[in-house]
């Protein structure tokens, strides 16, 4: 079952606010992914983070793979309108593991134009 | 980039009957490929882990006599829910992982809308 536990599960805000959500683990991870969906749509990844302590940015978007390796956060700077939609983040273990993802609940977002 | 179509995007069908999804790798090839569902409003959840050529490898409480998955090819997995019924409605998801690459990224397939009446 579901070991991630993101937060917070929805929100409002307004167009131009940063947004900030995260998700803890019990165990480790060696790989942190955040994905966005759209409805009725398959996710389509965001970020990956591959190492403890790494922040990485892909354009208003920054996460960062906590230090511990059981948690990461993900800011949205100056939202817009577009970037309504469920964000989900994900876990993958030892490559022996067979790169299965454990994924977080997902926080919905959604924003007031 | 890597893409992953699926096929049908939506299907209903009539409780009892059996669907096929197919899950292809359009410009990569994918010894593994995963197959999700998603309830509304909820997450994700692994159904099963699809080898080319091997049998699949189900997660626990998953019934591999009611989702049928076979992966022929390094190209196309495809999953069959036998004798449907109305609680197999769901949105289905596949992933495919390039086997190009030892620690391959994920990419994920728009989803098929089942819907059982």
């Known amino acids: 079952g579901q070991q991630l536990n993101q937060s917070p599960q929805s929100m409002f805000i307004q167009e131009g606010e940063d947004v900030s959500m995260n998700c803890t683990s019990s165990?480790?991870?060696?790989?942190w992914l955040w994905y966005k969906q759209d409805p009725g749509e398959g996710p389509v990844l965001l970020i990956a983070?591959?190492?403890?302590?790494e922040l990485t940015s892909n354009g208003r978007l920054t996460a960062q793979f906590g230090i511990t390796r059981k948690d990461s956060f993900l800011n949205i700077s100056a939202s817009i309108p577009s970037d309504v939609g469920i964000y989900f983040c994900?876990?993958?273990?030892?490559?022996?593991?067979?790169?299965?993802?454990?994924f977080g609940g997902g926080t919905r977002l959604m924003v007031k134009p | 980039g890597a893409v992953v179509s699926q096929h049908p995007s939506r299907v209903i069908c009539k409780s009892g009957t059996s669907v096929k999804i197919e899950c292809r790798s359009l410009?990569?090839?994918?010894?593994?490929m995963f197959w999700y569902r998603q309830f509304p409003k909820q997450s994700l959840m692994l159904m099963a882990t699809?080898?080319?050529?091997?049998?699949?490898?189900?997660e626990q409480g998953v019934e591999k006599d009611k989702f049928l998955i076979n992966h022929a090819s390094l190209t196309l997995s495809t999953l069959t829910v036998t004798s449907a019924h109305p609680e197999d409605s769901s949105f289905y998801i596949c992933?495919?992982?390039?086997?190009?690459?030892?620690?391959?990224?994920?990419?994920f397939g728009p989803g098929t809308r089942l819907t059982v009446t």
């Open positions: 992933s495919a992982r390039d086997s190009a690459y030892v620690s391959g990224e994920q990419y």
């Open positions: 165990s480790i991870f060696n790989t």
């Open positions: 983070l591959y190492k403890a302590g």
């Open positions: 994900a876990g993958q273990r030892a490559k022996n593991a067979g790169n299965m993802l454990t």
């Open positions: 410009d990569f090839q994918a010894t593994t």
């Open positions: 699809s080898n080319e050529g091997s049998k699949a490898t189900y």
